[in-house]
C-alpha cells in the first residue's frame, strides 16, 4: 500500500508566519486574546488554545480594555484599529502581507474612483473574515460576489472594479470576469474602457488548484484534511472530488474510518492551506494502523 502526503498541503505563507507569532506571543505571556479563529481549523485551534490562546468574538473584543489582542492573518477593517485605540488595546497583528497589500490597493483606488462613480466589487465569501477587512477598506460600500447568480447586484451603467479574495478560486473568478464583461457590453454599446480587472488571488493558492488535481488523480483515494469553515478548503477538496470521486472530507483523525481505505493501491492525503502539516502525519499514521 503507498500512502503519500502531498508536498504541497499544509499552511500557507500568511498562515504559517501568524501561527509562528502567535507562538512566540504565548511564550511571553499566559493568556492571549485572538479576535476571531486564527485559523480556520479546529484541531490547530485546540493546539493553540491548551497553550494559553483564547479567540474571543467581535462583540467580546468592543468591551475589552487594556488588554493585548492578536490579529490573524485574514485582515482586519479600519474599526478594529479605532477600537484598540479608544480602549488602549495593545495589537499584535499578524495580518498576511499579502492581504495588507491588498487592503492597500483597494483603500487607494476606491479613493480613486470616487470621481467617476466607479464601484468596488470584490469576489469573495461574505461575511468571511477577509472580506470584512477588504470592505472596510472601502466604508462598507464595496460590492460582495460569490457566483455569477449574484451579478444583480452590480449597477452595469457605472464603471466595474473588480477584485478578489486572496484564498478563492481562479477558474471562477474567470468565470465572474467574463459574465461582467458581457454583461457590460450589452448595456455599453461594447464600449468596456470602464471596465478594470484585477486578479488578487495569491499565487500559493492558485497554483495549488492544478496541483492538487494532478495529486488526486495519481491515488486511489484521497484523505482531504481541512476545517469546516475553510474558504480554501472547500474550493482545493472540490477539485480534489472532481479528479478523484473516491476524495473524502475529514476534519480530525477522528474521522478517519477503515471503510475508506479498502479496496485500493495508493491512498493520498492532502489539505489546505490552513490546515497543520501535524494533523495530515497523524493521518498517515492512521491509516497505516489500519494496514498493520
Known sequence: MKIEIDKNAGFCFGVEKAIERAEEELNKNETIYCLGEIVHNGEEIKRLEEKGLKTITYKEYRKLKNATVFLRAHGEPPETYEIARENNIQLVDATCPIVSKLQSR?????????????????????????????????????IVIDHTDNLERIDFNRPVYLYSQTTKSKKAFNEIRTKIEEYFRELKNHDVSKLKFHQTICGQVANRESDIFEFANKHDVILFASGKNSSNGKVLFNVCKNANPRSYFISSVNEVGEKMTENCNSI?????????????????????????
Not at 107 to 130: L, M, P, R
Open 268 to 292: 493520498g492525503i492532502s489539505g489546505a492551506t490552513s490546515t497543520p502539516s501535524w494533523l495530515l502525519n497523524d493521518i498517515k499514521t492512521k491509516v497505516q494502523s489500519y494496514l498493520s
Open 106 to 142: 483597494i483603500k487607494s483606488k476606491y479613493n480613486d474612483v470616487k470621481e467617476d462613480d466607479g464601484q468596488i466589487v470584490i469576489y469573495g465569501k461574505e461575511g468571511h473574515a477577509e472580506i470584512k477587512g477588504l470592505v472596510g477598506q472601502t466604508d462598507g460600500q464595496a
